[in-house]
């Protein structure tokens, strides 16, 4: 039995849904140092230079290993190729604009109660009750943790238009994580075989940011150190292979609103990563409500 075969046997089974958490929560830590990744240095150029790195690693396996897509498959393709698109301008923008222990939280916090009201409607999935508390906490948390990194912000005498730019750009950010979450549920649903969807995903990210990347590249006056863009580049096409990845076949075996909700758990992870790597200050405040979101994730599953 290959690898796909196993996979089908357990769409819709306790042992699917088990694999589903554990896919969500390896996506969740995965995504957290992902953004990391893209916010250190240029993030557009970042971003471009990662998209290329695992495009180009996609591309073979796309065109030579998977089956085609179908002609059902094609167009949820071009619609996933533009949401993620979109995604990713606008994640860029959030954080050239603002700090990244602010605008990750909100652009990961409205994500998980809009995906939830998505899949109701395009999934037919029912949550109980217990489910819904947990997807509350965990959304009100990150955005309760936004409100207090945004306070912080204010008091130390940000830029407000750029803090303003910085905050609208994080809350469409977190309008598309709902909607590709549920574009990338449905498609990769539909085709029979998950690995193609997931090998033309990934392919189809060399035709989108490194074209800007590459606008923005050629306009540089200051020389660059191509080596660490280089670096970055293939170390965060490799964490995006398995945040994205995994988050996707999560949303084939389980249900799309809580596997949603648990990788929105990333903002632990974020929280940590913007403390020793941007050396941003976490507070008692802070804390409390990372404690919060883990138990909104303890809630789901309980």
Known sequence: ??????????????????????????????????????????????????????????????????????PELWPILGIVYVVHFAYEWFQVKSFEHGAFVLVYPIG?????????????????EILTLNQW?????????????????????IALGVNMRGLKLAIGFAMGTGVLIAVYTTVDAYGIRLADNPFTFLAWFFFSGLFGSPIIAGLKYRRLETPIDKAALFTRGLFGALIGVISFGAIMLATRLGQVATVAALRETSIIFGTALGVFIFKEKVTVPRLLLIGLIAAGAVMIEW
């Open 108 to 124: 990961r916090g409205s994500g998980p109660l809009l995906t939830a009201l998505a899949a109701m409607i395009v999934f037919d």
């Open 1 to 70: 039995m290959n690898i796909v075969e196993i996979i089908k046997s357990v769409e819709g089974t306790e042992t699917g849904a088990l694999i589903a958490l554990v896919l969500a929560l390896l996506s969740a830590m995965a995504h957290a140092i992902f953004g990391a990744v893209v916010k250190s240095g240029d993030p557009l150029l970042n971003r471009g230079a990662i998209n290329i790195c695992y495009g180009t690693a996609a591309a073979p396996i796309a065109l030579f290993v998977t089956p085609w897509p179908t």
């Open 133 to 153: 508390l947990g997807i509350i906490m965990i959304s009100g948390g990150i955005l309760a943790l936004a409100q207090v990194n945004l306070r912080s912000a």
